[in-house]
């Protein structure tokens, strides 16, 4: 599946869709879930052009538990802000704890042990 099919952008947007409040995947995380055809780099740009009124864009972060969009949103750092008035905590660094933030839907195993990048 390419980036350009029907379909190929809207199984992104259906997963982001059901990411709670609060919580977050990553890029790789959503690309693993959905399989060939996806990978961390082209849910990125599937994520770029969502509609943000009906996809919670700013709950997918990437692999360091940091924004990849601080620089490219007015005001700077929207993503993390609006994370953060969800209840997302970020360290000095700009890194969230994944091992406490990441969310995994029903039909994807969580696994056993997460790195925790939030650091101290």
Known sequence: MKVDEPGYRERVYK????????????????ADILGEGYTARTVGYVMHGADAENVPWQRVINSQGACST?????????????????????????????????????????PDELPSLFLK
């Open 15 to 30: 997963l982001v869709a059901k990411i709670p409040r609060g919580r977050v995947m990553t890029y790789g995380q959503i």
């Open 70 to 110: 601080g620089k490219m949103t007015l005001p700077v750092n929207l993503q993390q802000q609006m994370l953060e008035s969800e209840g997302v905590e970020f360290n000095s660094k700009g890194k969230c704890d994944l091992g406490r933030f990441r969310w995994f839907p029903e039909c994807y195993e969580e």
